[in-house]
């Protein structure tokens, strides 16, 4: 018998905290998987954020380092600095990158600063209770947003990738989903370059993964992963939006 | 005899930080630091190792420090009072998750935007907190040129030994003035981190920088713990100049350039006969309580010198103890007290205690 | 020949590996519960499983090991 799929070696046997169906547990395998894979975890060390994923340190078997709310580019920027030859990613939703987080997201980006960021899109904050996010849908209903987001008092969605691929600097952008097996299998190949850009020294790489909040989306897993493919990816679609590793091939 | 070199201020600081081991530099441009980073822009990229970064805002660069920190190497940021007040946060982080570094506030007047000339206004800020929780940070404050060299090193070493973040917090003045430093010698101030993030390598178990402890019990005993070590530098670290003491009737407690301006003062005061001395902080956290409270067994009273509408003069109380009058001698908004104005106020002292007998 | 291990005892319930499974051979256990207090995921039939691991690919908890 061969084992055609087991837990990968770069996570601890800690329980994961999250909420039944949640995609984090499904993107921290795939991070897991692409440590494993590329046989770095003895020179990796990932920066966690400040939402659902912070206590992401306790998951991870590499060195990891918890860093204030939105700071994690910069936390990544010392690190990676500091490190040049060991392998920086950073673990980041919605509130700490494109909120709190913008200023030192686009530094980073625009510095084309040699990390892996995984950006996990799940228009809303689910650690502190469901409130709006940056990324929250117009007309989406959030604690903070009780009448449905108003693009006339809140103004609309940020999409990260597209803003990103604006600046000259960054090496690959890509968003993905996770949201059905074609989706995550897309997703892990974009994840493993993303650190596989790292290590060959290319520059900045940002995976965005538009994933869901079963619970403070107030719907089943199910239900939430089709709301994903129905509302999520016509707002935020999948693809890549800067490989600068297509344009060197040629 | 080492050679002198004429040196500004913040340039002194960022060169005895270079030679303390220091390669890596986060900073911002803000009045009246600038010349710090600017130093560092140009000596940094030209060193084997050299990490000089101007970040996008003081935030970012105190969370480039925090990462630095975290792989166990040297690493410092430095700005002026509003940056320092943005950087508090990160400066929780740092100090809970018991990471040496150093950050250099070049005080300006304020509050808010303020000013750009010199203070001595964010005492509070450095000694009684500044960012949110439990935790102190090493404050030592440079009253020259070559202190400002010579503190910096040593708050290298002070961190890395205590794990624990510092402080220099000098002002405007310090920073811009211009004397002859005798430069620090190059030392690389080895010590073990073993608990620092540098991978790995498959031969150890994880290692976690954090601060974020969820169960009560676990986090009271790190505040404890934490505690336990700042007792041993309030034990071992407190520094201090003694002037004019063995037989002072007053005392002035004053750091900085008002210590500077506060020494012409006792000169002018000792000519006319009155027997004034002067305890300088160089650390004023922790702060030199015991010399203090000393001092007050043999003194009439104090005079609180301060760039600043009176917060040092607190500590200054605390550690005497109620037992002489402490008044506080002051300018703000970027003024300086002048030796008349020190010499005034001591003066209005000696009268409220002895009843005008001089 | 294909074998899936459940470890019973971290399934969470979810059902995304009962959606995503292509042969719709597993179900939530709804006379069984497990030390989280949630209806497990069990295989309903073996014999039919082709080890795609698209159970696996699903699973936010990493509950299946997949073999052939």
Known sequence: MAIVFQKPKSLTSKELHYCPGCPHGIIHRLVAEAIDNLGIEGRTIGVAPVGCAVMAYDYFSCDMVEAAHGRAPAVATGLK???????????????????????????????????????????????????????????????????????????????????????????????????????????????????????????????????????????????????VEDKMIPYYPLGVFRDKGVEEAK | MPEKVLMKGNEAIAEAALRAGCKHYFGYPITPQTELTAYMAKKLPKMEGGVFLQAESEISAINMVYGVASTGKRVMTSSSSPGISLKQEGISYIAGADLPAVIVNVQRGGPGLGGIQPSQSDYFQATKGGGHGDYHLIVLTPSSVQEMADLTHLAFDLADKYRCPAMLLADGTMGQMMEPVALPEEHLGGIEKPWAVTGTEMKREHNIINSLYLSPEVLEKTNFERYQRYAQIEENEVRYENYMMDDAEYCIVAFGIAARVAKNAITLMRKEGLKVGLIRPITVWPFPKKAIRAAADKVKGFVSVELSMGQMIEDVKLAEECLRPVVLCNRAGGMIPGVDQIVSVTKDLVSCVEGGAR | MAKVTFN???????????????????????NKINKKGHNPAVMTDQSKCIAC???????????????K
């Open chain 3, 8 to 30: 019973e005892d971290i399934c969470k319930g979810c059902g995304l590996c009962v959606d995503a499974c292509p042969k719709h051979i597993l179900a939530l256990d709804r």
């Open chain 1, 81 to 227: 600095r500091s490190l040049p030859g060991n392998i920086i990613f950073t673990y980041q939703g919605d509130g700490d990158l494109a909120s709190i987080g913008m200023a030192e997201t686009v530094h980073a980006a625009t510095r084309n600063e040699n990390i892996t960021i995984i950006f996990v899109n799940n228009a809303i904050y689910g650690m502190t209770g469901g409130q709006m996010a940056p990324t929250s849908l117009p007309g989406q209903v959030t604690q903070t947003s009780p009448y449905g987001r108003d693009v006339k008092v809140a103004g609309y969605p940020i999409k990260v990738c597209e803003m990103l691929s604006a600046l000259d600097a960054p090496y690959y952008i890509e968003r993905v989903a996770v949201n059905n097996v074609k989706n995550v299998l897309k997703a892990k190949k974009a994840v493993e370059k993303a650190f596989r850009n790292q290590i060959e020294g290319k520059g900045f790489s940002l995976i965005e993964v538009v994933s869901a909040c079963p619970t403070n989306w107030g719907m089943t897993p199910q239900k939430a992963l089709q709301w």
């Open chain 3, 53 to 67: 691991a698209f159970c696996a690919t699903m699973c936010p908890d990493c509950v299946i090991t997949v073999e």
